[in-house]
């Protein structure tokens, strides 16, 4: 069988698959509209490689974004995207040239809303950010700190929501380059979705640096051909505004799956696709390799050892946003459903 045969000409497709079976000569019935490629640089033009090591064995998979049969490539500055009209996936790669990364930040998604513009694609419905050095001090300011001033400076600037309605995104370490962003983007606003044990985060205290980041817990899209998409946003341990469990990864893996239990429920308040966690495809980043196994152990015990979740789940090394934080989980699912009016 082929890899992403599409379901309807207007639908966007997402599946998870070995990297080897989506590198076979023609896999594809027609050219993706984009992929993540975990444990292994990319090695297709459309393939965007997670710059990652992977964890616990595991072999490179991808997350394959499939859309309308003709794919039109372009650049808005910084950004390559690719389009079929209704949906586009971009990135962008930029070095810091000395100038920093609030700078840096706002540069890449200025052209990133510019792209929107030229796609003809205007509502983000996910970012994946990759910041070199995320946690190292920048002159007086954490790097994550900065990247987050450049962030909200540039949402502001293009016109864009910085609280309410802003994209799912995550944010993790690089193991080497520049600002590497990732996109999807649509036709239709997706619904935000937030966490009710959270505060939200475009609402965090100033104790975590001068501007908060801007992102929402998850967003909720049709995606054509009666699916929903749930595209939950890097989730850890955290509760109101603070870190818990300290030092305690195993207990922070906890957390995290209680956070992700509490937006896939406001999710399922808002459509009857009824997401569960259990089904979820998974990319657990752990800071400390040597914790893996640990954190794999509790994602067991916990949702089952059967659970697709343990089947489907991408384990890998990267630093995360705060200090104190020792795994992040995001995750997306797809199913069938429709939004509640
Ligand atoms: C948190 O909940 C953890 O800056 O885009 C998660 C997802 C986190 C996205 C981002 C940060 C971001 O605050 C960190």
């Known amino acids: 069988m082929r890899i992403g045969t599409p379901v309807a000409a207007s639908a966007l497709t997402v599946e998870r ?82 100038k920093g990364l609030e700078s840096t930040a706002d540069a890449a998604y200025r052209d990133l809303f510019q792209a929107l513009q030229d796609t003809g694609c205007p509502h983000l419905l996910r970012i994946w950010n990759y910041l070199p050095r995320i946690n190292e001090d920048g002159g007086g300011l954490e790097r994550y700190r900065q990247f987050n001033m450049g962030r909200q400076q540039a949402f502001i600037d293009a016109g864009q929501a910085i609280y ?22 649509g036709q239709a606003a997706p619904l935000a979705i937030e966490n009710p044990r959270q505060v939200s985060a475009y609402r ?43 030092g ?35 990319v657990v980043y752990v800071r400390h390799p040597a914790d893996a196994p640990r954190v794999r152990d509790v994602l067991s015990d916990t949702l089952g050892a059967d659970a697709p979740f343990l089947r489907h789940a991408v384990f890998l090394q990267a630093d995360i946003c705060r200090q104190d934080l020792l795994v992040e989980i995001e995750a997306h699912a797809v199913a069938r459903g429709a939004l509640k009016a």
């Open 164 to 185: 309410e309605g802003s994209p799912a995104a995550c944010a993790l370490g690089a193991q080497r380059g520049g600002l590497a962003i990732r996109f999807l983007a």
């Open 248 to 282: 305690d990864v195993a207990e922070q893996t906890r957390e995290t799956l209680r956070n992700l239990d509490a937006v896939v429920e406001a999710a399922n308040q808002r459509c009857n696709a009824g997401f569960d966690v259990g089904g979820l495809h998974g």
């Open 204 to 246: 965090y205290p100033r104790d975590y640096g001068p501007r908060p980041p801007t992102f929402s817990r998850a967003a909720l899209a049709d995606i054509g051909a009666g699916q929903l998409a749930l595209l939950i946003s890097g989730t850890a341990s955290i509760v109101g505004h603070a870190t818990v469990h300290l």
């Open 17 to 98: 698959t070995p990297l080897q079976s989506t590198l076979r000569t023609g896999a594809f019935a027609h050219p993706p509209l984009g992929a993540l490629a975990y444990g292994e640089s990319s090695e297709a033009a459309w393939m965007s490689g997670v710059n990652a090591p992977i964890l616990l064995g595991q072999a490179p998979q991808a997350d394959l974004l499939l859309a309308g049969a003709r794919v039109d490539t372009g650049r808005s500055g910084a950004v390559r995207w690719r389009t079929d009209g209704r949906w586009a996936f971009g990135t962008v790669d930029l070095p810091e040239d000395g």
